[in-house]
């Protein structure tokens, strides 16, 4: 079975910082590619940043240079990383890994960036 846990998030105001993580089970953890992603209000959800197995990365434009993910292979966790938070970081935000053509997402965290 896999489950995807989530930790961190929050308020925080512009400028701050937050870290999320991501606790997964039931899977090869080391092998697959791990993705955050989220969800603002009255809007799509959208991938965010993105790892693969060797520790490559990707991210979308609007967070290049203030997120960063990471993953510890021995701890089965993923990470976000977010710096210089800003009002339009703010949604509802997800891991989620692509196993057997199905996707399993985590159970969302808040973030909410405000003064």
């Known amino acids: 079975q896999v489950r995807l846990v989530q930790s961190g998030g929050g308020l925080v105001q512009p400028g701050g910082s937050l870290r999320l993580s991501c606790a997964a089970s039931?899977?090869?953890?080391?092998?697959?590619?791990m993705d955050w992603n989220r969800q603002a209000p009255g809007k799509q959800r959208e991938l965010v940043a993105r790892?693969?197995?060797?520790?490559?990365?990707n991210y979308t434009d609007s967070v290049k240079g203030r997120f960063t993910i990471s993953r510890d292979n021995a701890r089965n966790m993923v990470y976000l990383q977010m710096n210089n938070l800003k009002p339009e970081d703010t949604g509802v935000y997800y891991c989620?890994?692509?196993?057997?053509?199905?996707?399993?997402w985590g159970q969302g965290t808040q973030v909410t960036v405000s003064s």
């Open positions: 989620s890994v692509d196993r057997a053509a199905r996707v399993y």
């Open positions: 039931g899977i090869t953890f080391k092998i697959h590619t």
């Open positions: 790892i693969d197995s060797r520790g490559s990365t």
